[in-house]
């Protein structure tokens, strides 16, 4: 699997996430303007010693990101989904986007795309769940219906 990261903006959210990343053998993609230094330490410590396992790719912009990678199969988690992401049928090397922790996606990234592969996290009395819990809730229910083979 592969996670992509549009604009992220908090440190230890990326942190985490590249944790999570190299723990299940995922590629992470950070796409656009990144509110901090890949260098940083606190994206350092929420990372830990793993930082230096894992396979990223960072990317000018998400034109550049999606032209690269047409040709595999994405999903975009956002509360404007209609479809919730036990619904979707996971692949090998799908790639998973999330966008920003402020501010979500930029309609233009989300125009193009059909409504199935918008794809939601269903919760209730807030505005949205943190970015790493959100990457790990779907992608760890990608790898279970994949067998969990990475």
């Not at 990343?21 to 901090?36: E, I, P, W």
């Not at 794809?119 to 919760?123: A, N």
């Given at each position: 699997?592969?996670?992509?990261?549009?604009?992220?903006e908090?440190?230890?959210?990326?942190g985490?996430?590249?944790?999570l990343?190299?723990?299940?053998?995922?590629?992470?993609?950070?796409?656009?303007?990144?509110?901090?230094s890949?260098s940083?330490?606190?994206?350092?410590?929420?990372?830990?010693?793993?930082?230096?396992?894992?396979?990223?790719?960072?990317?000018?912009s998400?034109?550049?990101?999606?032209?690269m990678?047409?040709?595999?199969?994405?999903?975009?988690?956002?509360?404007?989904?209609?479809?919730?992401y036990?619904?979707v049928?996971?692949r090998f090397?799908?790639?998973?986007?999330?966008?920003?922790?402020?501010?979500?996606?930029?309609?233009k990234?989300?125009?193009?795309?059909p409504d199935?592969?918008k794809?939601?996290?269903?919760?209730k009395?807030?505005?949205?769940?943190?970015?790493?819990?959100?990457v790990?809730?779907?992608?760890?229910?990608?790898?279970?219906?994949?067998?969990?083979?990475f």
């Open positions: 699997m592969e996670i992509a990261l549009v604009n992220p908090i440190p230890q959210n990326s985490n996430i590249g944790r990343c190299v723990a299940t053998n995922s590629k992470l993609h950070f796409v656009g303007k990144l509110g901090f890949i940083d330490k606190h994206l350092k410590r929420a990372g830990l010693d793993y930082w230096k396992s894992l396979d990223y790719q960072i990317w000018d998400f034109d550049d990101f999606y032209t990678n047409q040709d595999k199969n994405f999903y975009f988690a956002t509360s404007k989904g209609e479809m919730i036990t619904d049928s996971f090397n799908d790639i998973i986007v999330f966008g920003s922790e402020s501010k979500g996606f930029d309609d990234i989300l125009k193009p795309f199935n592969q794809i939601k996290i269903p919760f009395n807030v505005r949205c769940l943190n970015l790493s819990n959100s790990s809730i779907i992608l760890y229910e990608a790898l279970r219906q994949l067998d969990f083979e």
